[in-house]
């Protein structure tokens, strides 16, 4: 049974379309129900777990899944023999082709004025320097009136490696500056930046580019190298991108290293560097989604859905973004198999390729099965770091909320009482792979996390590993996520599908759209990224 005071509760919160939170548990464990299989889907998630060997293995021996990289392919195969041992049908599924590319051992080092290693990563699907040393001073991308006098410049980034990010005044933390600065000091500090941040950003609009077309550029004039640095605004963190180059090395240096080459260089002190990277581009090479699933006994052509990319950047391992996300589902897949293995619809999850180049593998798989997206009850996605579950919307579908009012109900309270519940919410952007389903008016549902300072520390970072995990939360999100599959399976009732009417925008007085489906692409070539 429901509690009757949180059914009252839950059903308010629908029928006003207001953002509500669970009450807090009175109790450890405390079920609302007798339901024993949710009583043993807490057991297998909160008491045996599977996620920190799942992690473990994952993050730390296949490390990062860059979209065509070797890792994403490794992780392919890892998760089909995963599933498998699980004794649940696993397959990988071809999408389409991505530019293939090999990341080797790569150094950078100051060795004029004096000697330093420095902190640096080769960007992903960056040339390599072909087995050699490439030695040669620095250069500033330089303040220039218009792009005529760049063009002029550009003969003199020959030979050299140009810098082509602004140096950083500081490369502390802000929360470091409020702790200990004097406040007149710190507000010094943020102007300054903002100031010079705008000053950097007219200086490469001077070129006449930007900074996807200034590597080119310089490339094209003979630079042997590109280097930047995209501080995170933390602690040792900068984020890790792709090349813009073909045929020179792009890296990206620490927000210390790079401010230390940058000042050499602007102070006329002779900076020198060399540079090695191994790299190997491997053509259009074949990328692939991995799918699992449990068949439905009663209604084999119903589908809950778990969903999560399983591609990432290549800076790190990948943990946060999305490695917690792929381990909630297989987690929860796990669960399933053991507390529900004749489900009444089949449970079908998604580990997605090219997320980061704009969703494309969910978006294939949504053109490609157009009878799951019409058999759709329901899809759980979850991508946004290491935290517990505290958001849930009903994604824009005015109906929904009384079925995620019904399940949510029947949840023990540790797995809810921090979760804010929006009826009916706002319809999915293009923000994760959820998106490509509800711009066919499926239901699916963003399970939105903590930060735990995602966004900072590991959100496509050099940080983003295994230690940064909190299992705790992860625990929390894969036995919370299996429940949810299992009561969207049993319920009698399908999920409807009516969408609210988007609001009139202020900026241009038309009435709002939903999003539209986009064609994903299926190849490098077609990327618009």
């Known amino acids: 049974m429901i509690r009757p005071s949180l059914r009252r509760f839950l059903g308010a919160c629908a029928a006003t379309g207001t953002l509500c939170t669970l009450p807090p548990a009175a109790a450890a464990q405390s079920f609302p129900t007798n339901d024993p299989v949710l009583r043993r889907m807490w057991a297998l998630g909160m008491d045996s777990s599977q996620t920190y060997r799942f992690a473990q293995a994952l993050t730390d021996s296949i490390g990062p899944r860059l979209t065509g990289s070797p890792g994403q392919k490794a992780g392919n195969a890892w998760l089909v023999a995963t599933y498998k041992a699980m004794g649940i049908e696993a397959r990988n599924e071809r999408y389409g082709t991505w530019q293939g590319w090999r990341r080797g051992i790569s150094h950078v080092d100051l060795v004029a004025p004096r000697v330093r290693s420095l902190e640096g990563m080769m960007l992903a699907w960056s040339p390599g320097t ?86 080119v550029a310089l490339e094209q004039a003979g630079a042997v190298g590109v280097l930047s640095s995209t501080w995170s605004a933390g602690w040792g963190v900068t984020k890790i991108f792709q090349a813009r180059t073909q045929r020179v090395p792009s890296f990206d240096l620490s927000c210390e290293d790079y401010g230390l080459v940058y000042r050499l260089t602007e102070h006329g002190q002779g900076p020198v560097l060399r540079v090695r990277a191994d790299a190997e581009k491997l053509g259009e090479v074949p990328v692939f989604n991995t799918l699992a699933e449990i068949r439905g006994t009663e209604k084999p052509d119903e589908y809950v859905m778990l969903s999560a990319h399983f591609d990432s950047w290549d800076g790190a391992s990948g943990a946060t973004d999305n490695a917690t996300g792929t381990v909630t589902m297989l987690e929860a897949m796990r669960i399933l198999k053991a507390a529900y293995p004749r489900p009444k619809r089949t449970i079908l999850v998604g580990h997605w390729s090219g997320e980061e180049q704009g969703l494309n593998g969910s978006r294939a798989f949504a053109a490609d099965h157009p009878e799951v997206v019409k058999g759709l009850q329901a899809l759980f996605n979850q991508d946004n770091g290491t935290g517990r579950v ?10 929904a909320a009384p079925f995620v009012a019904r399940w949510a ?105 939903w999003p539209s489906c986009q064609a994903p692409a299926r190849s490098s070539a077609e990327s618009t990224r």
């Open 130 to 215: 072909n087995g050699k040393d490439v030695q040669a001073g620095t250069i500033i991308l330089p303040d220039l009136p218009d792009s005529a006098a760049f063009r002029a410049w550009l003969p003199r980034a020959k030979g050299k490696f140009v810098l082509v990010s602004m140096a950083q005044p500081t490369c502390r933390s802000d929360s470091n500056w409020q702790e200990y600065a004097q406040p007149e000091s710190f507000e010094r500090m943020k102007a300054a930046r903002a100031e010079a941040t705008a000053a950097w950003q007219r200086r490469v609009a001077n070129a006449g580019h930007t900074t996807r077309t200034l590597p």
């Open 390 to 399: 505290v958001n849930m919307s009903a994604s824009g579908l005015t109906t």
């Open 409 to 513: 109900a029947q949840l023990p309270g540790e797995l809810t009482r921090d979760i804010k519940f929006a009826f009916p919410g706002a319809p999915a952007g293009g923000g994760s792979d959820h998106a490509s389903f509800i711009c066919y008016g499926a239901p699916g549902f963003g399970l939105g996390s903590l930060s735990w300072d995602y966004g900072t520390y590991t959100w496509h970072t050099n940080r983003d590993t295994f230690d940064k995990i909190v299992f705790d939360d992860l625990r929390n999100n894969a036995t919370l996520t299996a429940m949810l599959a299992y009561l969207a399976s049993e319920d009698d009732a399908v999920v409807p599908r009516e969408r609210r009417v988007m609001p009139v925008s202020e900026q241009t007085g038309e009435q709002g759209m």
